[in-house]
């Protein structure tokens, strides 16, 4: 079975960090373009940051660049969300998706345009940033 899940949610103190894992089974990650997209609550889902899997590529969404970092592990099917400074507006539900297309991802990911399209989405994880 194609899936993706997420793990690592839960509750962090402002300015804290936090590490979401996104485990991949059925498929093979390593020809994949990694996308993570986040939406909180009464909110459009929007995109955070996606990494190519041909020459590595990444994009960061402003609201996260010099905060969050994505990185993959190809010898464990995971790609990594590392999240510090946590600040209570990325409280949000996260996602991780892959597409074998990094046309595709890019453009769900910087314009939110056919987030429909893309491969296989994870089931989502909560993020709560919270004192």
């Known amino acids: 079975q194609v899936q993706l899940v997420e793990f690592g949610g839960g509750l962090v103190q402002p300015g804290g960090s936090a590490r979401l894992s996104c485990a991949a089974s059925?498929?093979?990650?390593?020809?994949?373009?990694i996308g993570w997209f986040r939406q909180a609550p009464g909110k459009e889902r929007e995109g955070v940051l996606c990494i190519s899997s041909s020459d590595g590529s990444t994009y960061y969404a402003d609201s996260v660049k010099g905060r969050f970092a994505i990185s993959r592990d190809n010898a464990k099917n995971t790609v990594y969300l590392q999240m510090n400074s946590l600040k209570p507006e990325d409280t949000a539900v996260y996602y991780c998706?892959?597409?074998?297309?990094?046309?595709?991802?890019?453009?769900?990911?910087?314009?939110?345009?056919?987030?429909?399209?893309?491969?296989?989405w994870g089931q989502g994880t909560l993020v709560t940033v919270s004192s």
């Open positions: 998706a892959t597409d074998l297309s990094w046309e595709l991802m890019y453009g769900a990911v910087v314009r939110g345009t056919r987030l429909g399209d893309l491969g296989v």
């Open positions: 059925g498929f093979t990650l390593d020809y994949y373009a």
